[in-house]
């Protein structure tokens, strides 16, 4: 069975400032990975995807993440945070069985 | 291009009251569809998928049920709301030829039960 684990439920971090979101899944099959933004009385919206090919993906508003098979992780980064980025990210694995489990959630603050 | 429309974006019910949150997709065609619900300060519980017209599969025994009467609608339903109902209510879609079933979620509704 498929699982998710984000390690950090909250990560605060000052404006400008570099920021890694950690993930780790467990499968057995291969698998493709994702991470979401949810705003505040949002929906989530897709920030990136691995599905196959080189292991470092780009996304939507600077983030990258980097899919490491050995390690089963799929940590999410960013160089520079703004104060915009505020907003809670969820970790989710597919293994094409047609549902998506997501991780628990990290909530990232930024600071000015 | 595709859409995913909910509503109401909020909803105040008393408990003991019923409930029916619809979600619809628009462009697009034997869509997957996915309630999901998030709790205060939780993440996302999957509730329900279905994979088309009258096929539902429920993730956890509980309070509320599901239908899809046409193709790209999805319906949340409860015959009698309980305080632990509140919480917000996500619908999502994704393309069953698609691999990697990536899903496409809606605004939310807002739910509480007083």
Same mark, same amino acid.
């Given at each position: 069975?498929? #699982?998710?684990? $984000?390690?950090?439920?909250?990560?605060?971090? !000052?404006?400008?400032?570099?920021?890694?979101?950690?993930?780790?899944? #467990? &499968?057995?099959?291969?698998?493709?990975?994702?991470?979401?933004? $949810?705003?505040?009385? $949002?929906?989530?919206?897709?920030?990136?995807?691995y599905?196959?090919g080189s292991t470092l993906v780009k996304?939507?508003?600077? !983030?990258e993440a980097e899919f490491?098979? #050995?390690?089963?992780? !799929?940590?999410?980064?960013?160089? #520079?945070?703004?104060? &915009?980025?505020?907003?809670?990210? !969820?970790?989710?694995?597919?293994? *094409?069985?047609?549902?998506?489990?997501?991780? *628990?959630?990290?909530?990232? *603050?930024?600071?000015? | 291009?595709?859409?995913?429309?909910?509503?109401? %974006?909020?909803? /105040?019910?008393? /408990?003991?009251? @019923?409930?029916?949150?619809?979600?619809?997709?628009?462009?697009?065609?034997? @869509?997957?569809?996915?309630?999901?619900?998030?709790? %205060?300060?939780?993440?996302?519980?999957?509730?329900?998928?279905? /994979?088309?017209?009258?096929?539902?599969?429920?993730? +956890?025994?509980?309070?509320?049920?599901?239908?899809? @009467?046409?193709?790209?609608?999805?319906?949340?339903?409860?015959?009698?709301?309980?305080?632990?109902?509140?919480?917000?209510?996500?619908? %999502?879609?994704? /393309?069953?030829?698609? @691999?990697?079933?990536?899903?496409?979620?809606?605004?939310?509704?807002?739910?509480? +039960?007083?």
């Amino acid at each position: 069975a498929q #699982s998710v684990t $984000q390690l950090d439920s909250q990560v605060p971090v !000052f404006e400008e400032a570099p920021v890694e979101l950690r993930c780790n899944y #467990s &499968s057995s099959v291969s698998v493709y990975l994702f991470w979401y933004v $949810q705003y505040p009385n $949002q929906g989530l919206q897709l920030l990136l995807k691995y599905l196959s090919g080189s292991t470092l993906v780009k996304g939507i508003n600077g !983030f990258e993440a980097e899919f490491n098979k #050995s390690q089963t992780s !799929f940590h999410l980064r960013k160089p #520079s945070v703004h104060i &915009s980025d505020t907003a809670e990210y !969820f970790c989710a694995v597919s293994d *094409s069985a047609s549902k998506i489990i997501f991780g *628990s959630g990290t909530r990232l *603050s930024i600071r000015p | 291009s595709q859409t995913i429309h909910q509503w109401p %974006a909020t909803l /105040v019910q008393p /408990v003991g009251s @019923p409930l029916s949150l619809e979600c619809t997709v628009e462009g697009t065609s034997n @869509p997957n569809l996915y309630w999901y619900r998030q709790a %205060a300060g939780r993440g996302l519980q999957l509730l329900f998928y279905s /994979v088309g017209i009258g096929q539902i599969s429920s993730e +956890v025994p509980q309070n509320l049920s599901a239908s899809r @009467p046409q193709d790209r609608q999805f319906i949340l339903s409860s015959k009698k709301l309980l305080l632990s109902d509140s919480g917000f209510y996500l619908c %999502a879609w994704s /393309v069953m030829r698609e @691999p990697s079933y990536e899903q496409y979620f809606g605004p939310g509704t807002r739910l509480t +039960v007083t």
